[in-house]
């Protein structure tokens, strides 16, 4: 017998597909490919990443984290896979969790910082390839929040949230 909330169970390549194909239906066909997957990678990892793991670098909860964690400690500012890290926080929070962090932070600001991560990680990136990309996303910073921001919305709208669920109810 199939347990209720089996269906709702996900791996990371299905999370992936899923923000994919999101994010393919906001961005029009001039969109770098590598950035939409790139971009679909952080959503589909951070939806998966709990703000307590103790296994992977955990989700923030907010935007001060982020400052905490890559701004008042300038110790990781040469390290590419932390800014790149950082830069990845900022785009999640500061785009798709955008309507929940404008209230306490300056939202722009860490749209402004998390170009700058993505900027210091292609700096500093070995690889050729993947310096390109993150060069192109601390250029691009900004749309690519913006479009985070309308998947937010889109995702929380009613028609994709699930019933709630609570004891069954026995017929009158």
Request: net charge negative.
């Amino acid at each position: 017998m199939t347990r209720p909330c089996e269906s709702l169970e996900i791996d990371h390549r299905s999370a992936l597909e899923f923000f994919v194909t999101r994010l393919e239906q906001i961005a029009d066909a001039t969109v770098d490919r590598d950035e939409l997957i790139y971009n679909a990678s952080v959503l589909a990892h951070h939806a998966q990443v709990s703000t307590q793991s103790e296994l992977d670098v955990p989700t923030p909860a907010d935007l001060s984290a982020v400052f905490d964690h890559f701004v008042a400690d300038t110790a990781l500012r040469h390290d590419a896979s932390m800014m790149e890290t950082a830069g990845a926080q900022c785009l999640l929070l500061a785009g798709f969790f955008e309507d929940q962090m404008k209230a306490r932070h300056n939202v722009r600001w860490y749209a402004r910082l998390g170009a700058g991560f993505f900027n210091r990680a292609a700096v500093y990136e070995p690889s050729p390839y993947k310096a390109r990309v993150l060069d192109g996303l601390a250029k691009r910073f900004e749309p690519w929040r913006r479009r985070h921001a309308q998947l937010g919305r889109e995702l929380r709208a009613p028609s994709y949230l699930l019933p709630p669920t609570g004891p069954p109810t026995s017929p009158q």
